[in-house]
């Protein structure tokens, strides 16, 4: 059976779904969180859904729908950024596959676009194992590591040359290219130490956080479409790659 959208289907084609296809993806990734000055709130939404998209191209998957709130408590002081608490966002997450899984589905991979989502996600994702339901969880840093090596600059993490790069293989009329400019302070080439100060990004120094007035951690001008197409494909090959795998087991 070809994978299928969850949000297309009627109920009754929901259940058929549910017992002829054993995983459902769920793609988490934010809607509203800045990505500097060049790349659009939703940027986080698009790599979700294209991920997805190509996931349920390549393995048998149920897709749902992104989650497009979560918890982001990094770009907090930037316009248009939105954040839920960690609480609210893994019960969030608990309650939505409790109910899918009580509908009949079987088995869970969340795609997780995010990097502080992941301590939420994967106390949730602890919480369901422990009741039963078979959850995996895909974390974007963990992906497409083989496609490393297109990426010029090793410094940066966020809105980068590597987040960039995606947005431009996707849909590059939403890049702002008279915008694109790198920012890179001090502490983002201390980002590989293992202790690093905390807190959110800051517009104005002097609060708890770190300065990053343009909400960029790397050096975005050196994206290229090229590039991002070369590391959607990979992370969704390792996605595929798992859930094939694993409806063998």
């Not at 995983?23 to 939404?45: F, W």
């Not at 989650?67 to 960690?86: C, I, K, Q």
Request: glycine residues 6%; aromatic residues 6%; charged residues 20%.
């Amino acid at each position: 059976m070809p994978s299928v959208y969850l949000e297309d289907l009627t109920w009754d084609e929901a259940e058929a779904a549910f017992r002829q296809i054993a995983t459902v993806l769920l793609p988490v990734g934010a809607i509203l969180k800045e990505h500097g000055p060049h790349l659009p709130l939703k940027t986080d939404y698009l790599l979700a859904r294209d991920l997805a998209r190509r996931v349920a191209q390549q393995a048998e998957v149920i897709v749902c729908p992104p989650l497009t709130f979560g918890y982001y408590p990094a770009f907090v002081h930037f316009p248009g950024s939105t954040s839920l608490s960690a609480d609210t966002f893994r019960e969030i997450i608990v309650q939505i596959v409790e109910s899918l899984a009580r509908n009949g589905a079987q088995r869970f991979v969340v795609l997780n676009t995010g990097v502080s989502t992941t301590g939420p996600l994967t106390v949730a994702a602890n919480n369901l194992a422990s009741r039963g339901i078979v959850i995996a969880l895909a974390n974007i840093l963990d992906l497409g590591r083989a496609a490393d090596a297109v990426l010029e600059s090793r410094i940066g993490s966020h809105a980068n040359e590597h987040e960039t790069s995606m947005v431009l293989a996707i849909d590059a009329s939403v890049v702002r290219a008279d915008k694109l400019a790198a920012e890179i302070q001090p502490w983002m080439t201390e980002m590989r130490q293992p202790v690093r100060q905390a807190g959110p990004l800051l517009r104005q120094p002097g609060r708890a956080g770190v300065f990053c007035p343009s909400g960029v951690i790397g050096d975005p001008t050196r994206a290229t479409a090229e590039k991002g197409e070369a590391i959607l494909s990979a992370m969704a090959a390792d996605v595929a790659r798992f859930c094939g795998e694993w409806r063998a087991v």
